[in-house]
């Protein structure tokens, strides 16, 4: 499958659940960075700050945005710390919540097995890379393209 009609494909996912689960959030330069902010933001206004800045990749500012207010509510909803076991953890339960979605949505085995994919890129690898070198991804795309 193309990449782009994966992401497409996936934002679709993002979306969904994001509105089953009414997630909501505002977007700040200066969200919080550690479990515990994030998790007392939360309790505290009922809605998430998550960060706007960097690459958005193929998924682009707005869905890209909402991705990552909906990893913080799986975050929060599973009890899944910002280190390298929680971020593992999330990772398969984001693939195993998508893939569920998608199957509601009615999309196929091709599509959710892009899902799959994508989420193991955008999270699990992309969180070995941060491991491995001490810092973040700086070209989502390409990084992407290099791992798909």
């Known amino acids: 499958m193309q990449i782009s009609k994966a992401y497409n494909?996936?934002?679709q996912v993002i979306k969904a659940y994001a509105q089953q689960e009414g997630i909501k959030f505002v977007t700040s330069s200066d969200a919080p960075s550690t479990y515990e902010e994030m998790k007392n933001f939360f309790v505290?206004?009922?809605y998430f700050m998550v960060y706007?800045?960097?690459?958005?990749?193929?998924?682009?500012?707005?869905?890209?945005?909402?991705?990552r207010a909906v990893h913080d509510?799986?975050?929060?909803l599973y009890g899944y710390g910002f280190d390298f076991?929680?971020?593992?953890s999330l990772s398969a339960k984001t693939i195993e919540?998508?893939?569920k979605v998608a199957k509601e949505l009615g999309i196929g085995k091709k599509g959710r097995k892009a899902i799959s994919k994508i989420v193991h890129i955008?999270?699990?690898?992309q969180l070995d890379h941060y491991y491995k070198t001490g810092s973040f991804v700086e070209d989502q795309k390409q990084f992407v393209?290099?791992?798909w």
């Open 9 to 11: 494909i996936i934002t």
């Open 44 to 46: 505290k206004n009922g």
């Open 52 to 67: 706007d800045g960097g690459d958005h990749g193929f998924l682009g500012k707005e869905a890209n945005t909402l991705f």
């Open 73 to 76: 509510y799986t975050h929060c």
């Open 85 to 88: 076991e929680g971020e593992t």
């Open 97 to 99: 919540i998508f893939g």
């Open 122 to 125: 955008e999270i699990k690898l």
């Open 145 to 147: 393209l290099d791992n």
